[in-house]
């Protein structure tokens, strides 16, 4: 069982930064492939990106690609977002996931976290 407590969300204005971290407890977390999702009101949740286990294979959306960065520190049991550029159509609720292998299929991540918001202002 892991459980996913993500942080850093907020109010940032269009072309501005900010880094989510996603904590998970349990001593397993360095077997798991970890990705970020987003859902903006009114639509599907959408994927923003996914690392390895160990954070050797890194896949981006076409969306954020050049802007978004993602890491993860397997001692500290976290995974981060960082977000550059930010545009007003980067605003939703995201999520990070964690599961047995990565890539954008959500179907292949086994847990989620709650959310945090993310509203950039024009």
């Known amino acids: 069982q892991v459980q996913l407590v993500e942080s850093g969300g907020g109010l940032v204005q269009a072309g501005g930064s900010l880094r989510l971290s996603c904590a998970a407890s349990?001593?397993?977390?360095?077997?798991?492939?970890m990705a970020w999702y987003r859902q903006a009101p009114g639509k599907e949740r959408e994927f923003v990106t996914s690392?390895?286990?160990?954070?050797?294979?890194?896949v981006y959306s076409d969306s954020v690609k050049g802007r978004f960065t993602i890491s993860r520190d397997n001692v500290k049991n976290t995974v981060y977002l960082q977000m550059s550029s930010l545009q007003p159509e980067d605003t939703a609720v995201y999520y990070c996931?964690?599961?047995?292998?990565?890539?954008?299929?959500?179907?292949?991540?086994?847990?989620w976290g709650q959310g945090t918001q993310v509203t950039v202002s024009s």
């Open positions: 996931a964690a599961g047995a292998r990565g890539g954008s299929r959500t179907y292949t991540y086994t847990y």
């Open positions: 349990g001593r397993t977390f360095s077997s798991y492939a």
């Open positions: 690392i390895d286990s160990s954070g050797g294979v890194i």
